[in-house]
């Protein structure tokens, strides 16, 4: 059997802290031992590299090192909100100004480290409805993409780390026996946790789901949360996928470094050919460049993709002429059709005591991250919140009286929301969960954040300048379709209901802040284009389409249409935003991605 070589090229990192896998990394260019290798990977595609390696019976050699020490915030899963932004793990994008947001603009955080945003997201784990995968088939024309096959891959949920019971918490039949990558359920029970669930037998509207990861089970409802974490640590593509490919020589892992862009290396069958990647350390230093035998394949992103094609002279001729970049490809859909889901704390002041009371105080949060460290157990261990709910707008409501319904199927939801019994800084500077936002000095409260799972808003990513070093233009453009501001309006409607239901009545909930003026469809409108920002799940930008449509980027087999000897493998390549937190959808897509490659259907 061939031996397969493989350079995995990580966007430049300026921290040497890259996550608990830490084998060892090539952190200079004067390191390569070769510049020729069977596939480059540009991104953090772990999730089907380390498949691909398989093929060879050759033995792993990646240097060791402790790089995940000093970086705490990209292990304890409940202080994930401390990885971005503005900070070195992040690229630090921001958007543009939001037309339907009040034009204002705020950070859009990915990973700039190990793992990519795997290692700095929130840690939630769900797979899509069964009904978003048969669409994707349908609308590229690939059987291999409907859910009966998509299915195969789904890896198996691990214990909680405080070892409890979670009989009626999920169901162990719709999980794999096996796997390299760690899912869990909560292990540090909120306050919250036992009225979230007494309200699902209370309120009708708002059932009990006794599994939240979606495929064969339906999403709607109201169950605990299930992270990518296991034994109380994150669970990332580097601490997992890299990790498990330890024995392997034949993959070489390169930080520190920022791909320019891809070089035609050539012409095949008329199509032309992108198998070199340039790179460099900065923007002072030498560029340097590799080449694959076999095929690159991009896995920068959704942000990271697109950019990399259009500095490639992959995308729009006429955006590119306005940087002196020449088309090789003349395609308009590269950058275009990005969708993302908005984002909206609902915050209410409550009269028990919250996570508030610990974060606030020192001492406490001290002890949690002791027993963190010494234990992997505790507050720490957890993702931010235990419980979420999916639910859809009634088929009778206004909005579909013009507008056809956008989900998936009939089990597939319209909107999300998710408890988490602290206070979430409501104002506009930022949006994240505690601890790393201001907190008012006193109180204690409890966020119902809820987020659309089926936008129909689309927007674009841009160049601003044919620099490789320079930030694009990310225009996600929230809430500018009937649809988005109409269903995030009646999500704010439906948690105002939900904290109605007998098990809140002792917990004194109170409306605080904008929100006691969100009384008219009107106000609620306002409030939630003022307080609205990005729950960052883009995904679109480099679309896949059929084989036989001219529009999109990708084709069904994730080739980049019109050219030879290129792939895109993450979330830019979706049609559609999956129902849920994309991360375990996109783990589905490289898993058969590696399949593709590998020649299996």
């Known amino acids: 059997m061939q031996s397969l070589s493989f350079a995995l090229v990580s966007f430049f990192l300026s921290s040497p802290f890259v996550g608990p896998s830490q084998s060892v990394i090539l952190t200079q260019v004067s390191q390569l031992q070769t510049l020729t290798f069977d596939y480059i990977i540009v991104g953090g595609a772990y999730a089907f590299g380390h498949k691909i390696t398989k093929l060879t019976s050759s033995s792993l050699c990646i240097p060791s090192s402790a ?36 034009e204002r603009t705020f950070p859009y955080p990915r990973g700039r480290v190990l793992g990519g945003t795997s290692s700095i997201n929130y840690l939630f784990q769900q797979y899509g409805s069964s009904e978003d995968w048969d669409r994707i088939s349908r609308v590229v024309g690939d059987a291999g993409w409907a859910w009966s ?110 791909v320019l862009k891809l070089v035609q290396s050539g012409t095949a069958n008329v199509l032309k050919s992108f198998r070199s990647v340039q790179f460099s350390p900065s923007p002072q230093t030498p560029s340097t460049i590799v080449t694959a035998r076999k095929e690159v394949i991009l896995s920068a992103g959704a942000i990271g993709t697109p950019q990399i094609l259009l500095l490639s002279g992959i995308g729009s001729s006429t955006d590119l002429k306005t940087f002196n970049i020449t088309a090789l490809i003349d395609n308009s859909s590269v950058g275009g059709s990005l969708i993302d889901s908005p984002f909206l704390p609902n915050v209410f002041s409550v009269g028990q005591d919250t996570l ?175 307080l609205s920002s990005s729950v960052f799940h883009p995904a679109g930008t480099a679309m896949m389409t059929s084989t036989t449509l001219t529009v999109g980027v990708v084709n069904p087999d994730l080739t980049v249409k019109g050219a030879d000897g290129l792939r895109v493998v993450d979330a830019s390549v979706f049609p559609f935003l999956p129902s849920t937190h994309p991360q375990g959808a996109i783990y589905l897509l490289a898993e058969r991605a590696s399949d593709i490659i590998k020649g299996l259907p």
């Open 67 to 102: 790089s995940d020490q000093g970086m705490i915030q990209l292990q304890a899963p409940f202080i994930a909100p401390q990885a971005a932004p503005h900070t070195a793990v992040d690229w630090n994008y921001t958007v543009i100004p939001q037309s339907g947001l009040q």
């Open 356 to 530: 508030d009371t610990i974060l606030r105080n020192s001492t406490l949060f001290g002890d949690a991250m002791v027993q963190w460290v010494a234990q992997k157990t505790g507050l720490l261990a957890d993702s931010l919140v235990n419980t979420l709910g999916w639910a859809r707008l009634p088929t009778n409501s206004t909005i579909f009286t013009n507008v056809t319904d956008p989900a998936a199927g009939p089990n597939s939801p319209h909107y999300e929301f998710i408890p988490t019994c602290t206070h979430h800084e409501i104002y506009p500077r930022t949006f994240f969960i505690a601890p790393n936002v201001p907190f008012p000095t006193d109180g204690t409260f409890l966020t119902m954040v809820t987020t659309l799972s089926c936008p129909t808003s689309r927007g674009n990513l841009k160049l601003s300048s044919a620099n490789p070093f320079d930030k694009p233009l990310i225009d996600p453009r929230y809430l500018t379709t009937d649809f988005d501001i109409f269903a995030m309006r009646e999500s704010v409607k439906a948690v105002m209901r939900f904290l109605k239901a007998p098990a809140w009545s002792d917990y004194d909930v109170r409306l605080t802040g904008p929100l006691i003026n969100a009384t008219t469809d009107s106000t609620i409108d306002t409030y939630v284009r003022t």
């Open 149 to 258: 096959n998509m299915r195969q891959y789904i890896q198996k949920t691990c214990a909680p780390a405080d070892g409890h019971n979670t009989s009626g918490q999920f169901i162990p039949s719709l999980h794999g026996s096996d796997g390299v990558f760690p899912v869990s359920l909560p292990g540090f029970n909120q306050s919250i946790d036992s009225r979230v669930i007494a309200t699902t037998r209370q309120l009708a509207e708002f059932p009990f789901n006794p599994d939240m990861s979606g495929g064969d089970q339906s999403l709607l409802g109201v169950g605990f949360l299930q992270s990518s974490s296991g034994g109380g640590i994150r669970s990332s593509s580097a601490s997992t996928y890299l990790a498990q490919a330890n024995s392997r020589p034949n993959l070489t892992v390169l930080i520190n470094v920022t």
